[in-house]
C-alpha cells in the first residue's frame, strides 16, 4: 500500500505555518480598519454606522478561525491524524464560503454606498448646528477631521455649522489668505472644499483593502484544500 508522501506532508505543514500567519495579517488589517478614527466617529453618528463594516467584522471572525485551522494544519500534518486534517479542510472549506460572502458584501454595499453615505451624512448636518451633547460630541470629532484634511463642513461648506460657525471656525480657517482652495465665510478665510468628499476615499480606500484580502487569499486557499485532501487520503491508504 502507498505511503505518505513526505513532500506532501512538510508542504503542507509549510503551507498552514503560511496559512497562519496569513490569518494573522488578515485579523490585524481588519481591526486595524474598524478601529481606525479617520472619519469613523462621523460614519458612526448615523443610522447606517454598521453598515460599511459588515464585510470587516466577517474579516475578523475569518482571520481568527484561520488562525486557529492553521494550528490544527500543522500538528495534524506533522502528526499525521484524519481526524484533525479533515477537521482543517471542512473548517477552511467553510472559511473559504465566508471570504467570499465578505467580498460579495463588500461589491454589493460599494455600489450603494455613496447614496447611504449621502444620506448618513445629510442626517448628521443637523448635529453641527444642534447643542446637545451627542451633538458636541459630533461637532468635536468633525474638528479633528478637518483639522487633518483641511476641509469645512460636510455637504455645504462653512454653511453646515450655522451658528455654531465662529465658536469653532478655527479648524476650518486657512492658514493664508491667498489660499486659492479658501473663501470669505462671516469675516473668515475657511476651507471651500466641504469633508465629505474625503470621507468617500477613506470609505472606497477601506472596501478596496477588505475586498482584496478578501479575494486574494482564495487561491491559496484552494491549494490548502487539495494539500489536505491528498495527505488525508494518503494516510488512509497505508
Not at 49 to 64: D, E, F, K, M, R
Not at 91 to 106: P, S
Not at 185 to 202: L, R
Request: proline share 1%.
Amino acid at each position: 500500500m502507498a505511503g505518505v508522501s513526505g513532500c506532501i506532508k512538510y508542504s503542507m505543514f509549510i503551507f498552514n505555518f503560511l496559512f497562519w500567519l496569513c490569518g494573522i495579517l488578515i485579523l490585524g488589517g481588519a481591526i486595524w480598519i474598524r478601529v481606525n478614527k479617520d472619519g469613523q466617529e462621523i460614519l458612526n453618528s448615523g443610522d447606517f454606522a454598521t453598515s460599511p463594516y459588515i464585510s470587516v467584522n466577517i474579516l475578523i471572525a475569518v482571520g481568527s478561525t484561520i488562525m486557529i485551522l492553521g494550528f490544527l494544519g500543522c500538528c495534524g500534518a506533522i502528526k499525521e491524524s484524519r481526524c484533525m486534517l479533515l477537521l482543517f479542510f471542512v473548517g477552511l472549506l467553510l472559511i473559504l464560503l465566508l471570504q467570499v460572502a465578505a467580498g460579495v458584501l463588500g461589491a454589493t454595499f460599494k455600489s450603494d454606498s455613496e447614496r447611504i453615505l449621502n444620506e448618513t451624512v445629510s442626517q448628521n448636518i443637523k448635529l453641527l448646528s444642534g447643542t446637545g451633547e451627542e451633538a458636541q460630541a459630533f461637532q468635536k470629532a468633525l474638528k479633528e477631521f478637518q483639522e487633518k484634511f483641511k476641509c469645512c463642513g460636510l455637504v455645504n461648506g462653512a454653511a453646515d455649522w450655522g451658528d455654531n460657525f465662529q465658536q469653532n471656525s478655527v479648524s476650518c480657517e486657512c492658514p493664508s489668505s491667498s489660499d486659492s482652495s479658501c473663501v470669505m465665510y462671516e469675516g473668515k478665510h475657511v476651507y471651500q472644499q466641504p469633508c465629505i468628499s474625503f470621507i468617500k476615499e477613506i470609505v472606497a480606500k477601506h472596501f478596496l483593502i477588505v475586498i482584496g484580502i478578501a479575494f486574494g487569499l482564495v487561491a491559496i486557499e484552494v491549494l490548502g484544500l487539495v494539500f489536505s485532501m491528498v495527505l488525508y487520503c494518503q494516510i488512509g491508504s497505508k
